[in-house]
């Protein structure tokens, strides 16, 4: 299978802090390259589990008695490494977003570069699809999703007009889509705004941002005292979620403090943001919204 190189690879394993008989986790495996690189770490008696619902991901797995690779949405981590054994780990990654291979792959519909249905499921089992969400939500659900997930000031006025549209014809493909929402395309700015329309779709499809928080909130729990995340996010909504839960363990109003003005977190960050250098981003262009923060369980 056709995977780009891994963003950030040296700074996200590096962020681990691998020890040779650790126990850690790479929860968007991929094309396996943050994989290879952290058994490349580890010693003999070190255990990488890898999660990735998508079943072309599976293609690429790791011939090595140290690793598995399990096919689910690391929305469930806790759950499946139970399964096997696992209580506590040393590290967990997550690289998260769409990954090369997806976008490049016409038919699963991620890319606004190719004419394809609507369907953008990272998880090619799953009922909901892109063309679930244009074509059967109503149009406040769909304003919604544009507006919270695509931060598109256009959303109200989008969702009529599909709303509208798809009472005559279902909206079936890419070219359908773009073809209704023609008039908030001006030629200028058309492949940003309907970046933006493709990620609040995509968003909604794969729940990203409930499987993130669903996420977070277990990776906190399954580390050892000074086990470490290291994750990679590439818009906004996921990096303003992560920076939030790593400084106060919450994703919405603020902890309870102390008569001192003090508040106890989960995690302490570890450094700063890393971002990728001008050189990374020159031979990988996924990588030029990287941003790597890294965080230490207390």
């Known amino acids: 299978m056709e995977y780009h190189s891994p963003v950030l690879l040296k700074e996200t394993v590096d962020g681990l802090n691998i020890k040779e008989d650790g126990i850690y986790v790479d929860v968007t495996f991929g094309g396996g390259g943050h994989s290879k690189e952290i058994l490349n770490r580890l010693g003999d008696e070190g255990r990488l589990f890898a999660f990735d619902q998508d079943l072309d991901a599976l293609k690429n797995k790791i011939d090595d008695p140290r690793f598995t690779l399990i096919n689910e949405n690391f929305r469930y981590v806790r759950r499946f490494l139970r399964f096997y054994g696992v209580k506590k780990v040393d590290g967990i990654l997550a690289d998260f977003g769409v990954s090369s291979h997806q976008f490049d792959v016409a038919e699963r519909g991620f890319s606004t570069r190719f004419e394809a249905d609507l369907d953008m499921r990272m998880?090619?089992?799953?009922e909901l699809s892109a063309y679930h969400v244009v074509n059967d939500y109503d149009e406040e659900r769909l304003k919604n999703v544009f507006l919270q997930y695509g931060e598109l000031r256009a959303a109200p006025a989008m969702a009529r007009l599909i709303v509208g549209y798809r009472e005559q014809n279902p909206i079936v493909t890419s070219s359908q889509l773009k073809q209704v929402?023609?008039?908030f395309l001006p030629p200028r700015h058309e492949n940003k705004v309907l970046a933006q329309i493709y990620q609040a779709i995509r968003i909604e499809v794969n729940q990203e941002i409930e499987a993130l928080k669903e996420f977070l909130l277990q990776a906190s729990d399954l580390l050892c005292v000074g086990g470490r995340l290291s994750l990679i996010s590439y818009h906004s909504l996921e990096d303003r979620l992560v920076k939030r839960f790593i400084r106060n363990g919450m994703f919405e109003g603020e902890p309870e403090?102390?008569?001192?003005?003090?508040?106890?977190v989960p995690l302490?960050?570890?450094?700063?943001?890393?971002?990728?250098?001008?050189?990374?981003?020159?031979?990988n262009n996924r990588a030029r919204s990287a941003k790597l923060r890294i965080a230490e369980k207390l």
């Open 257 to 264: 403090r102390d008569i001192y003005g003090n508040f106890e």
């Open 268 to 283: 302490k960050k570890v450094n700063g943001l890393i971002v990728p250098s001008k050189e990374e981003i020159a031979l």
């Open 123 to 126: 998880n090619q089992k799953s």
């Open 181 to 183: 929402l023609k008039k």
